[in-house]
């Protein structure tokens, strides 16, 4: 029998590959954790592998499993993909899932033979879709209800679905879960840019962003008009900075503190957006200074603006 593996990241992909254990590997590499979201058209147009839209290179294949880890944005790209299939009952037919508690990509050969993988049912559909709907709405209300929902069928997605809730602006200081775990660490002594970067065997165990928006993250508490961070240079963190020797080894070896703001930040008595300016996409959600929903981490409550 033919066998198809569908994943949510290049990393994934290559370990995938390397263990040999299907026909044909293919990922997604869409980043729906971060920025505004593609249009559905646009999304179809993208998923399309040897000439074939996705549907009718599926079909190629006797079995379609697919593979997603806890990461958010694999969490995200999964509920997608099931939206996607579900109203084609022959590929849906031939789907199984593998959900793994810990990065695909991380896996060494001894792991392969552990990961099982379960047909798709109605209820992965359902939830799929549910949880795809909320995170495209233009407010993170039904994102949020997804929490008093029963969401087992996908295991890893309950996980995902607070991570991401984590990473609206705090309710007291208007900055989510990885820009605080940033300026706590810069506390704590961390005093170079990629010392608050997450990575393996890193202290920043947030894993909900990836390299280039973290990056991100720390120019927007940096290069704004009152910083929670001095010392940042260099900027914006993008392909020119990393393609310039000079310019990349001068923002590694920044020298960075705290600025008064962001040791207020940590103390909760004040407010990044009081000072600077929000315009960031979560979801379908556009955040604004005047649109500001926000997320209350000790009553784990969404607050309306």
Not at 21 to 42: E, M, N, S, T
Not at 49 to 78: H, K, M, S, Y
Not at 144 to 168: H, I, K, N, T, Y
Request: some cysteine; overall charge negative.
């Amino acid at each position: 029998m033919s066998r198809l593996i569908l994943t949510f990241e290049d990393a994934a992909a290559g370990s995938l590959k390397r263990a040999g254990i299907a026909d044909c590997v293919v990922p997604f590499g869409w980043r729906f954790v971060w920025g505004a979201l593609p249009a559905p058209g646009k999304l179809e147009d993208q998923a399309r592998f040897d000439g074939l839209g996705l549907i009718e290179f599926c079909a190629r294949f006797d079995t379609v499993e697919l593979w997603a880890d806890a990461e958010p944005n694999a969490q995200l790209q999964l509920v997608w993909l099931l939206d996607y299939l579900r109203p084609h009952s022959d590929v849906v037919a031939r789907l199984a899932l593998v959900q793994t508690n810990t990065s695909i990509g991380s896996l060494g050969p001894r792991e392969w033979g552990r990961e099982r993988s379960v047909p798709i049912h109605t209820d992965h559909l359902e939830i799929a879709s549910a949880a795809w709907s909320a995170w495209r709405a233009p407010t993170p209300a039904a994102w949020f209800d997804l929490l008093a929902q029963d969401l087992g069928a996908l295991v890893q997605l309950r996980s995902a679905v607070m991570a991401m809730l984590e990473e609206l602006p705090m309710r007291t200081t208007g900055l989510g879960a990885t820009e605080t775990r940033m300026l706590e660490l810069l506390a704590a002594g961390h005093a170079h840019p990629y010392d608050l970067f997450p990575g393996h065997e890193k202290a920043n165990e947030r894993r909900t962003f990836g390299y280039w928006e973290v990056g991100e993250l720390l120019d927007g508490l940096a290069h704004c008009p009152k910083p929670a961070i001095s010392g940042l240079a260099e900027g914006p963190f993008d392909d020119a900075l990393h393609d310039a020797k000079d310019r990349h080894d001068c923002y590694r070896q920044s020298q960075l503190s705290l600025t008064e703001l962001g040791e207020a930040i940590l103390a909760q008595s004040d407010d990044f957006s009081r000072h600077n300016p929000i315009q960031r996409w979560w979801g379908g959600t556009e955040l604004t200074n005047n649109r500001l929903w926000r997320w209350d981490p000790t009553n784990r409550w969404l607050v309306a603006p």
